[in-house]
């Protein structure tokens, strides 16, 4: 299950205003926020927190495809054992969660750097 969720999310299901949480999509976020933020500290602050969380992610891709390799294997291996797929599985989990803690961390720190005009500035926002 969640393999099927991750695949979706990285096909391009897992969107949050529009976004998808991928190291390109970062980078691109950082770009602009480099472009917004007027304040120099500010600006580095926050270019600084989105630049922690690509790096972040792009761990998580290379833990993902990693994961993806070795469960290929095990499928294709007719003795493939349970639970080595589930540990690869439950190892996965674990570090999409402590992922997403670690990017909703970024997001409050993103957002401790930003006024409200500027947030609204970078993400579209219209309410």
Same mark, same amino acid.
């Given at each position: 299950? +969640?393999? #099927? #969720?991750?695949?979706?999310?990285? &096909?391009?299901?897992?969107?949050?205003? @529009?976004? +998808?949480?991928?190291?390109?999509?970062?980078?691109?976020?950082? *770009? =602009?926020a480099a472009i917004v933020v007027e304040d120099e500290t500010r600006r580095q602050a926050a270019v600084q927190a989105l630049? +922690?969380?690509?790096?972040? +992610? *792009? $761990?998580?891709? *290379?833990?993902? $495809? $990693?994961?993806? !390799?070795?469960?290929? !294997? &095990?499928? =294709? %291996?007719?003795? @493939?054992?349970? /639970?080595?797929?589930l540990f690869i599985l439950n190892d996965l989990n674990a570090n999409w969660a402590d992922g997403q803690r670690r990017a909703? /961390?970024?997001?409050?720190? #993103?957002?401790?750097?930003?006024?409200?005009?500027?947030?609204? $500035?970078?993400? @579209? %926002?219209?309410?």
């Amino acid at each position: 299950m +969640i393999v #099927l #969720l991750l695949a979706w999310y990285f &096909l391009g299901g897992g969107v949050a205003s @529009g976004m +998808i949480l991928t190291s390109p999509a970062v980078d691109d976020l950082a *770009k =602009r926020a480099a472009i917004v933020v007027e304040d120099e500290t500010r600006r580095q602050a926050a270019v600084q927190a989105l630049e +922690i969380l690509e790096k972040d +992610i *792009k $761990a998580f891709e *290379k833990a993902y $495809a $990693a994961s993806g !390799k070795a469960l290929g !294997k &095990l499928y =294709r %291996n007719h003795g @493939g054992g349970r /639970d080595e797929a589930l540990f690869i599985l439950n190892d996965l989990n674990a570090n999409w969660a402590d992922g997403q803690r670690r990017a909703l /961390d970024a997001r409050f720190t #993103l957002r401790d750097q930003l006024t409200e005009e500027e947030w609204s $500035a970078l993400f @579209g %926002n219209s309410d």
